[in-house]
């Protein structure tokens, strides 16, 4: 229950209506007692009043308010509980106020008469075309049901995929962050140690530990401009990336390129084309048409754009399997698979092994980067420590 003015300061109030039930609001008014007056004018008693603290930022509605949100819906409808009603229930158990809003809006616009597709596009940002697409499919063949529980399951999987892409890159990130940190400690203040009893000793030293020392010296020189210039760097790469369509193209096609990491986002992008293009496939969805929502969904510009080169092809009359091969961003098991099913009759049934290969072979990628990671730290840390083991050498 909310009471609002247009001018004024913003307060919270809280209270009890007739039947003892505890409510509250928010309010904007010139002072506390407007708010107590005006409150309890509509019955309320018990009121407290409270001023609120700068300004409140809306909750941000996520993919997974959105999943969540796919996944009720489709097990209510299932269940028989109408759809208006069905919003309801999903809109007042919701912890976000902003998905309540969402989804009273979209209510609003099926209770005028708009299909529930139409009402999804009106908020592209949380609805993409596949998502009202399928919808559309589900409606006008009558399987609105079935077709928002395959729905559920692909946006289930898409954040699964995305969890593991998080967990195998947020890890090692950390491990790298970490490292440096220590090994900046350890130059700046351990090591202009050692060379101190190095030099009392007046033997030569190795190259390994010249380097060190020498690593050593610049960071206690210019540690300031080293952390400087790599989180002045950091930020304007990630301000430029979020904001140039360029850079994100070019750091796509950088991606696919790097050892390990390129083949773990190459692994993901395949698995969310494969899965895309069998949810359409299951929705009857032609495939032209299909790979529209697949190019949008793929994640990456590479993708993107070869998804619209084999839509073109396509519509030439070239086979899916052929098309794909001429794109040369598929492997060849890839590429098989949907021969195979083409053949057959059973692509949507191919196409959706394909994502469950594709996962599988994701799931090795994260202790591959951890074996590789450790051995670079090893490495590091062995280096750093060459100039103990030289001393205990000097010194024998």
């Known amino acids: 229950m909310a009471v609002s003015s247009k001018k004024g300061i913003l307060y919270q109030w809280e209270g009890k209506d007739k039947k003892g039930n505890r409510v509250k609001g928010e309010m904007k008014a010139s002072g506390e007692a407007f708010v107590s007056a005006t409150v309890r004018r509509q019955g309320i008693t018990n009121i407290v009043v409270k001023k609120q603290n700068g300004f409140k930022r809306p909750k941000k509605i996520t993919e997974k308010d959105v999943t969540l949100f796919t996944r009720q819906l489709a097990t209510m409808l299932k269940a028989g509980v109408p759809l208006l009603q069905v919003f309801n229930i999903v809109g007042k158990g919701n912890n976000n106020p902003s998905v309540t809003k969402l989804l009273a809006d979209i209510k609003s616009d099926v209770e005028t008469g708009s299909s529930l597709s139409q009402a999804f596009r009106k908020h592209p940002l949380y609805f993409d075309s596949l998502f009202c697409n399928l919808i559309g499919a589900g409606e006008q063949a009558g399987i609105l049901d079935d077709l928002l529980d395959r729905l559920a399951s692909y946006k289930e999987k898409i954040l699964a995929i995305k969890s593991k892409i998080k ?100 692994k993901a992008t395949i698995a969310r084309f494969s899965r895309t293009l069998s949810t359409m496939f299951a929705a009857g969805v032609p495939l032209v048409e299909s790979l529209e929502s697949v190019a949008g969904a793929s994640g990456n510009h590479v993708y993107f754009e070869a998804t619209k080169k084999i839509q073109n092809e396509i519509s030439t009359g070239t086979s899916l399997s052929s098309a794909m091969d001429n794109s040369k961003v598929f492997p060849n098991m890839v590429l098989q698979m949907v021969a195979i099913g083409e053949e057959s009759g059973t692509l949507e049934d191919m196409l959706a092994k394909v994502d469950d290969a594709v996962a599988a072979i994701s799931s090795l990628m994260e202790p591959v980067i951890m074996v590789v990671l450790g051995t670079l730290i090893g490495g590091l840390v062995i280096a750093m420590y060459l100039p103990i083991f030289k001393m205990g050498e000097v010194v024998g």
Do not use: C, H
């Not at 304007?236 to 070019?250: D, E, H, I, L, P």
């Open 167 to 266: 967990s195998a890159l947020i890890y090692p990130i950390s491990i790298i962050v970490v490292a440096f940190v220590i090994t900046a400690v350890i130059m700046i203040f351990v090591i202009p140690a050692f060379k101190e009893l190095f030099s009392s000793f007046g033997a030569d030293l190795p190259a390994p530990t010249l380097l060190v020392m020498a690593i050593s010296d610049a960071f206690v020189a210019y540690w300031w401009l080293i952390f400087s210039s790599i989180g002045g760097g950091l930020w304007f790469f990630f301000y430029t990336w979020k904001r140039s369509v360029a850079m994100q193209n070019s750091m796509d096609r950088l991606l696919l390129k790097l050892p390990i990491f390129g083949e773990l986002m190459r």
